[in-house]
């Protein structure tokens, strides 16, 4: 579906609406524009559509990575698969009456496949803790990792066996690893599946097993991966790269590898968002009288003036000087809070000083001043 519309605005939602709330919005548009009712030719796009929507948003997980990446970053991780796969809409369906469940509908509107089944067999995936500086994830960066994981064996490629040989199609289980056995009780039949023992369920058989991997066809290596981690990116946000999990020995697909992203602690900067906040300590003098102090920002140093009378906990803006945002263009903004610093020693002019003003101000303070002489 070319430019997609956003999910909460095609269920009719906020993005604060809870799942039961959801679910409900769902029913109600289905009842609109399931096939069974509607047999307009616009009522098959827009039921993908709400039903596309609702398999994103009654998931926990597919949610909050829409709701971090929006339709852009989210279509790049998801196929339309992954988006359908373990969303419960037969028990809607069922509750609606309707005669055929998401299996049947959408084989018919994707080519014939039923998202609630793993056709293909798939290797194991695996995960890797990155650690990034801020600065890293406000420009975007370009890493080099190195993952231990299972390969094909880079001798028989996989099959198992001794390079100019073949495994052979197991005569027990003719291929499917699997054998029936039949018991019948009196009018009642049991059929008992269990996994070949003349291949171990591979289907086939090696009779001469590959020496490097021992006929498993499959060997532990230590690969160096690059991973580009996108500006703007946050503490918590995982980058899936496909295929670069396990293997398998068989011509089933490689798992996919999961980068977890980690921020060090900046020692300036605490981020919130799209927002950086950066607290700056100045003196009584400074937020009285007003001043022109340096700041740090992710661009370099810059100058801001203090306003005379600037209060403790005040916060200053500097718009666009945040982190980039990962949906969408722009930056988000520096938040500078002013922090009055107290002095813990002060010389004795210094207190008179002090002790004039207070007075001036009309505000008891603890004299412990010498008298100067000026």
């Known amino acids: 579906m070319a430019g997609k519309r956003d999910y909460y605005e095609v269920l009719g939602v906020a993005k604060t609406t809870s799942k039961d709330e959801i679910k409900d919005a769902y029913r109600k548009l289905a009842l609109q524009y399931h096939p069974d009712r509607n047999k307009s030719p616009e009522a098959e796009e827009k039921f993908k559509e709400i039903s596309e929507a609702y398999a994103v948003l009654s998931d926990d997980e ?24 373990g969303a419960d809409f037969d028990s809607i369906f069922r509750d609606l009456g309707f005669g055929f469940g998401i299996g049947d509908l959408f084989g018919t509107f994707f080519g014939g496949r039923d998202f609630r089944e793993e056709r293909t067999q798939r290797g194991q995936d695996l995960a890797y803790d990155l650690e990034i500086t801020l600065e890293e994830a406000a420009k975007g960066v370009e890493k080099e990792i190195r993952v231990p ?25 003719e291929g499917t690893g699997r054998t029936q056995n039949v018991q019948r009780n009196g009018f009642s039949m049991f059929v008992r599946v269990t996994p070949c023992s003349m291949c171990r369920g591979r289907g086939e058989i090696i009779d001469a097993p590959c020496k490097n991997c021992r006929g498993t066809g499959l060997e532990k290596r230590e ?14 946000y995982e980058l899936r790269l496909r295929g670069e999990g396990e293997a398998l020995s068989s011509d089933g697909l490689s798992g996919d590898l999961y980068v977890l992203i980690h921020i060090f602690p900046h020692e300036h900067f605490k981020r919130s968002g799209d927002d950086l906040l950066y607290s700056l300590m100045i003196g009584f003098p400074q ?6 102090t340096s700041i740090p920002t992710l661009d370099g140093n810059t100058n ?6 600037t209060q403790p906990g005040e916060i200053f803006k500097l718009k666009g000087k945040g982190m980039p945002r990962l949906r969408g263009y722009g930056r988000g903004d520096l938040l500078i809070r002013v922090d009055i610093v107290v002095p813990e020693k002060l010389s004795q002019q210094q207190k008179l000083l002090l002790e004039q003003l207070a007075k001036e101000l009309d505000q008891n303070v603890q004299s412990r001043s010498r008298r100067l002489r000026f």
Do not use: W
């Not at 994981?149 to 005569?171: F, I, L, M, Q, Y």
């Open 149 to 173: 994981r299972t390969e094909k064996c880079s001798v028989c490629k996989g099959t198992g066996a001794s390079v100019g040989t073949s495994p052979r199609t197991c005569p027990k289980c």
């Open 62 to 85: 597919k949610r909050r990575q829409y709701d971090m990446l929006g339709h852009a970053g989210f279509d790049q991780r998801y196929t339309t698969e992954d988006i359908f796969r």
């Open 304 to 309: 801001i003036k203090i306003r005379p009378g």
């Open 223 to 236: 690969r160096s991966i690059t991973v580009n981690v996108p500006a703007g990116i946050d503490e918590g």
């Open 287 to 292: 937020a009285a009288l007003g001043a022109e």
